[in-house]
């Protein structure tokens, strides 16, 4: 049959990084171009100990349908946890969803028509531009400094598109660039989207692994107008493959949100829900953050070691204080395709920036590292190598 794609579907592109995965499985590559959580950080016995605890005193529970909103103990514990982080839950509701990934699906499904515009972070998470871009939305791209947007670049594209529903940012740690957006930032940026009235989706997946630094409050927290959605993910703080995350929105959202969730897979997985509600309350849940920030304090910390040694002077990069990617970029706003595509001939893996770009035509200088995946053994010598190109790089350019 000759099937027509729907125009959701048909002008968004396969994931460059998914392309990439692939030469990332060959043992000879070292990639710094994945982006999953360290496996030591899973904790596996914990999770075995808690599911055969929970499926011999409490089968039905876990193993039937359960409620869209997610399970009631662990949505209240997230309220109580969130409020300590002064999210406020007199005028907003929260939902255990499947990731943050859904979180932003679901936003978007509530939210967003075809042709509204969705502002967003330059370069961003390429899974959540993908969502925006399957309902149709038209990205306009807010370039990053090094602290967050570049304010002016945000204030141009607000004037410029009053049918902007959403602003798309990740604060902490930000995925691809490691950056975390400062306190002056949140503040000029909630302000500027309030006198707009453009909602903040703000996606923070990484917030609890900060491992240098102050924590700073989440937008969410100062948000007295009613604009701001928080998505939050159990991706990092326990295992990916549990698919399980948390939104919080304003109240009068619950049923639209509700509603679009049944639609799409009635609800998350019951019997993961039961784990993480067991684990944080059950088991020495900070302690476990504690030794997951020790981790990539100590690989990052050692990337960074590497590339301040390695990499030439002209070679910008960020310095993270959590999460799990470093951002490098050439001088002179260069185009980083062919720099990553040497690295990979040399055996090192990276992913360009134009991968996460809102228009992906167009040039980014940047490539992205990370940390999380590689050995010690393995930083050391992909860095080697990618100094040396960097050198090679700017002889060249000279
Ligand atoms: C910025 C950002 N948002 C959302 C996600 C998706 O997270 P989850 O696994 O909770 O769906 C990721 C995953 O890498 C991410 O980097």
């Known amino acids: 049959m000759d099937f027509t794609l729907s125009r959701r579907i048909s002008g968004v592109q396969g994931s460059i990084i998914r392309e990439l995965f692939k030469l990332g499985v060959d043992p000879n590559m070292i990639s710094f171009g ?16 808690i599911i055969d605890r929970v499926l011999k005193d409490n089968p039905i529970s876990v193993l039937q349908y359960g409620l869209s909103e997610g399970y009631p103990p662990l949505r209240e514990y997230m309220k109580q946890y969130l409020a300590k982080k002064g999210i406020d839950f007199e005028k907003n509701d929260l939902l255990i969803l ?61 004037e410029a598109n009053p049918n902007a529903k959403l602003l798309y940012m ?19 940026i909630y302000a500027l989207c309030a006198a707009h009235g453009v909602a903040i989706y703000e996606d923070d997946p990484y917030g609890e692994i900060r491992f240098s630094g102050t924590p700073l409050p989440p ?12 998505a939050g993910s159990f991706s990092k703080v326990m295992a990916p493959a549990f698919r399980l995350g948390y939104l919080v929105f304003p109240k009068e959202l619950l049923q639209p949100i509700t509603v679009g969730k049944q639609s799409t897979d009635v609800h998350s997985n019951t019997l993961l829900q039961h784990v993480c509600y067991e ?10 953050l504690e030794k997951a920030r020790a981790v990539y ?23 993270p204080e959590g999460g ?32 996460f770009m809102a228009d992906t035509n167009g040039v980014s200088s940047g490539f992205r590292l990370n940390y999380s995946m590689p050995s010690d053994e393995q930083i050391t010598r992909g860095i080697d190598i990618l100094g040396a190109l960097t050198h090679d790089y700017l002889a060249e350019k000279r």
């Open 98 to 158: 499947s990731g943050a990934q859904q979180c932003c699906d679901l936003v978007t499904k509530a939210l967003v028509n075809e042709g509204d515009v969705v502002l967003t972070e330059d370069p961003a998470f390429i899974g959540c531009l993908n969502t925006f871009r399957t309902y149709g939305a038209k990205l306009v791209g807010v370039p990053m400094e090094d602290d967050g947007m570049d304010l002016a670049a945000l204030e141009a594209a607000l």
């Open 219 to 230: 937008i969410k927290a100062g948000d007295s107008e009613g604009i701001v959605f928080y």
């Open 297 to 319: 304090r100590k690989k990052c910390a050692h990337m960074l070691a590497e590339m301040d040694a390695k990499f030439h002077p002209d070679i910008h990069f960020t310095r």
């Open 279 to 288: 684990y944080m309350t059950g088991y020495d849940f900070e302690g476990h």
């Open 324 to 355: 799990l990617f470093i951002m490098a970029y050439l001088p002179g706003g260069k185009d980083a395709q062919p720099f990553v595509r040497k690295g990979i001939e040399k055996g090192v893996l990276t992913v360009p920036g134009v991968a």
């Open 34 to 49: 994945g982006g999953n959580p360290s496996a030591e950080t899973f904790p596996v016995a914990e999770i075995a100990e």
């Open 170 to 188: 990740i604060p902490n740690f930000q995925n691809p660039t490691g950056g975390t957006t400062s306190s002056e930032k949140r503040a000029k």
